[in-house]
């Protein structure tokens, strides 16, 4: 592999990594989760075997992928609108392109989306990446071809993934797959299958490979990291039917943790996201021990009522997530800590939302994502609930919401004023060519002049003004960290 650097639409620089000799064009992009860019990631190094490289240009792509995502109905419409334009390309300049989607919506619909979607030749689900050369062969031969068959094993640790739109200082490692979480609200179970965890070992190589390659911070991926339990391969709920030998020995989330942080030492080390009740006190400890294990914990809690959070068979309480937040803080004093948050779940009252909103004023999150229910088909929540809460009382209910996390964010922020932060420098500011755009170990975006300064750079920065979520201030020197 190669590293040439290419410029995107936007003008940005991109690192892309090209296999020389490689003759046909893919054209790849990603929606939703991390894990949807993460396995794109997977895709792109199956292919590269298949004698692609990755392209910026639908007009000139012999393949186009969309990994998908389900999570809301607007998710949905979004692929459906790219479709649309895929159409057009393929109608207007690229007779020859073919299409597939993969991810969520490949899972969720499977045949359904070829029979939708006429430019749609090849659906693929999650699990079923490795399958894509047969694939590929079919619809080359002039057949749709489909497989989503998930799986309780596969966890890809043997694909070393091409980095794509890397910025060659971050990325993401994927740890777990699946969710046995089973959510009432939520689509994941249904369309990424049961949990399992990827192999320790496969994970440190990765880890040890983008250190050596200049990569200067990894997030350890899942859709439920605290959950992570390797014992040998296979499903998490089979944990139980493991050998005496295979219990002692098996790794959990804390000790990945500390077998990531000591490998690479200088390496910051993120991970998302944690569920409350998976969430230990030994993976609070760990984080405090490893200078390099950085202080942010995003934690969803989704709702500060007790009946909602039974409604949405979330497994603990707000007096449980409450006291786990008060241990984060007394353990580690400066974590940040970030939510998402559903408004208008079936049956929400005005008194669950203001129990909601209490809950937001007791933690002050650093920041947040916040949605209206949007009705899943399939769920549990579907199922079973009515979706009740008119359209306006979720919106405002929502921009009561944001409003009132945009001010925590702002108090946290302005915490950092006159201090000294240290900064991973990523890429130059979006808004301002001579200054670096990096972020503290908090998560908190920071923006300074260059200087001498350059990308992968861990600076010091003395912070001299802010936004609501930005901070700004000048370098005072390279941490020790380098
Ligand atoms: N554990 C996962 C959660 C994925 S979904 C992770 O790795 O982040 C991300 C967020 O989308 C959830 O935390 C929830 O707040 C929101 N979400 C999920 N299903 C939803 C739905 N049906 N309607 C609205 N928001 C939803
Ligand atoms: Fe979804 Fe809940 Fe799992 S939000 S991804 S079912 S933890």
Redesign the pocket.
Known sequence: MEKIIDENKQGESLVLEQKQGNKRKLFIESYG???NFSDSEIVASILADQGFNTTQNLEDADLVLVNTCS??DKAEQTIRKRLEKYNAVKRDSNPKMKVGVLGCMAERLKTKFLEEEKIVDLVVGPDAYKDLPNLLAEVEEGRDAINVILSKDETYGDISPVRLNSNGVTAFVSITRG?D?M?T????PFTRGRERSREPQSILEEINDLWNRGFKEVTL?????DSYLWYGGGLKKDFDKATDLQKATAVNFSNLLELCATAQPKMRIRF??S?PQDLTLDVIETMARHQNICNHI?L?V?SGSNRILKEMNRLHTREEYMALIDNIRRIIPNCAISQ???VGFPSETEADFQDTISLMEYVKYDFG????????PG?L?ERKLEDDVPEETKKRRLTEMVDLQQEHSGFRTRQNLNTIVEVLIEKESKKSTTHWSGRTPQNLVTVFPKEHYKIGDFVKVKITDCTSATLIGEAIGLSENN
């Open positions: 989760c991390a894990m999570i809301r969710c979480n959510c609200f939520c689509v994941v991926l899942g859709q439920n990291v998302s996201t569920n995003h969803p989704q998402d948050m559903i994502y916040m949605f209206t229910y949007s009705e899943r769920t929540a």
